[in-house]
């Protein structure tokens, strides 16, 4: 009977980190289903980015308020757990504290975890009062209507809870109390239980711990049903973010080639093309998530909703349909989609629908200016604007379905040699005029 707890503890902890691992199995087979695409090289850049704006938060801090309330969390977070660890070999072994024997040094890390457990919480309060008190604008757009509203507010319930167990966990353990090493704060909550038996308190330290461990598994296994998965993929999201300047646009290599030989006075063009020039041309741009490269589903499952991106957006600040959060919302949305059509099927079955029309508009598309304001403004280098592109260029490119004030500048352009309706041998004229 005395190891039933640890053998509930092994299923428990087994349970949740198989299931956690099998939807993250899924994801990583989501984003597969994209384009592959070349990273390889600038890995000291992409390093630099990993540690400045991963690791040190460099892109957060940009707006002071929110930046320094979610370096709390972040750190609070990561800190804090190490004390997992203490949890998971006590479940296993059946120890209480078995870290305590390191003494001071014990004292001060559980010191640390209590008061980064109450800031916490505070962080999270104010959090939670600014989107639903205050409410800020870019947390009630009309994307964040329904799960992604309710989304947001149930993980600012998960941390709050999660915090308030560890503080009552340690607060009831008499023997941690009576250690007087490290309750920095428990010892101040320890009172509110005085005159409560110890078998009471042992009761209340047993269901606390019990609870703050089922709960942190609980909460693993629901990133994957939330936008912060980007607690896990932010890393490697910025590691393999964009490091090229950030107003370069990629050229299709197909076209880069047509147009070089068309250029070249030695190539005969009636001439049959050989070799690759022979083969089908690719889909030019994307209309569907298979079409979009694995960094940009990546960036999909990285978005964590802040809407910093649609908050700078000129197009939408001025009343245009598009929010590049809603780009990367809908892309997410239809790779799930996209993803749980396979785990039926066992492969995909066509079922009517794509990204382009179905999720995203071609109003959004043509809506944007490309000034990137939203890839600098985003703090995990997410990429709205490459979707967008690939996503023009399927409209121009396979549909020819350019605005008409566009068709009629592309027309231009090749009669003319400029966007104007102007013939070359009048460019000069506007001297002439008096």
């Given at each position: ?28 087979r ?13 890995t000291?850049e992409?390093?630099g ?18 930046g320094?309330?979610h ?9 804090i ?6 949890i ?18 014990y004292?001060f ?7 980064l457990a ?9 959090f ?9 604008q ?14 947001g507010?149930?993980i ?13 966990m ?8 009576e ?8 010892q ?8 409560t038996?110890?078998a ?18 609980v ?21 393999f973010?964009?490091v090229?300047?950030k107003?370069?646009f ?29 083969e089908?041309?690719?889909?030019f741009g ?25 908050s700078?957006?000129p ?10 959060r ?27 629908k ?20 939203c890839?600098?403004a985003c703090p ?23 605005p008409?004030?566009?068709n ?5 352009i ?21």
């Amino acid at each position: 009977m005395q190891y039933i707890p640890n053998i509930l503890f092994i299923i428990a902890l087994v349970g949740g980190v198989g299931y956690f691992t099998y939807n993250i199995r899924k994801v990583i087979r989501n984003i597969k289903l994209g384009r592959e695409v070349d990273t390889s090289g600038n890995t000291s850049e992409r390093v630099g980015n990993l540690v400045r704006i991963a690791l040190g938060q460099s892109k957060m801090v940009k707006r002071p308020v929110s930046g320094l309330l979610h370096i709390i969390v972040y750190v609070g977070f990561i800190i804090i757990n190490i004390e997992v660890l203490e949890i998971i070999i006590d479940g296993i072994f059946g120890t209480h504290r078995i870290f305590s024997s390191m003494g001071s040094f014990y004292g001060f890390l559980i010191g640390s975890f209590e008061i980064l457990a109450l800031l916490v919480f505070v962080s999270v309060t104010i959090f939670w009062i600014r989107r639903n008190v205050i409410k800020l604008q870019r947390f009630w757009k009309p994307e964040m209507k329904g799960w992604p509203k309710n989304d947001g507010n149930f993980i600012l319930y998960f941390e709050m809870v999660l915090m308030v167990l560890f503080l009552v966990m340690n607060a009831t353990d008499v023997a941690f109390q009576e250690m007087n090493n490290g309750n920095v704060l428990s010892q101040y909550i320890a009172g509110w239980f005085s005159g409560t038996s110890e078998a009471t308190l042992a009761v209340i330290e047993r269901t606390a711990w019990w609870l703050h461990i089922l709960g942190i598994l609980v909460f693993l296994n629901y990133l994957y049903f939330s936008k912060h998965l980007h607690i896990m993929l932010a890393f490697p999201n910025v590691y393999f973010g964009k490091v090229v300047p950030k107003g370069k646009f990629k050229n299709l290599e197909s076209v880069t080639n047509e147009v070089k030989m068309m250029m070249d006075p030695n190539v005969d063009p009636f001439a049959a093309p050989a070799g690759d020039a022979a083969e089908a041309p690719a889909k030019f741009g994307a209309s569907d998530v298979m079409d979009l490269n694995q960094i940009q589903l990546l960036n999909a499952y990285t978005c964590t909703e802040c809407g910093r991106c649609t908050s700078e957006c000129p197009a939408n600040i001025t009343g245009k349909k598009l929010s590049p959060r809603k780009i990367m919302m809908d892309t997410r949305d239809r790779l799930e989609e996209v993803g749980k059509n396979i785990d039926k099927n066992g492969a995909f079955k066509p079922d009517g629908k794509q990204l382009l029309d179905d999720y995203i508009t071609r109003e959004e598309l043509w809506a944007c200016t490309t000034c990137n304001a939203c890839v600098e403004a985003c703090p995990v280098s997410i990429d709205p604007l490459s979707i967008i592109m690939d996503m023009r260029q399927y409209l121009v490119m396979e549909q020819s379905a350019a605005p008409s004030e566009l068709n009629v500048a592309m027309t231009n352009i090749e009669n003319n040699g400029a966007p104007w309706p102007y013939n070359q041998m009048d460019r000069l004229n506007w001297k002439d005029e008096k």
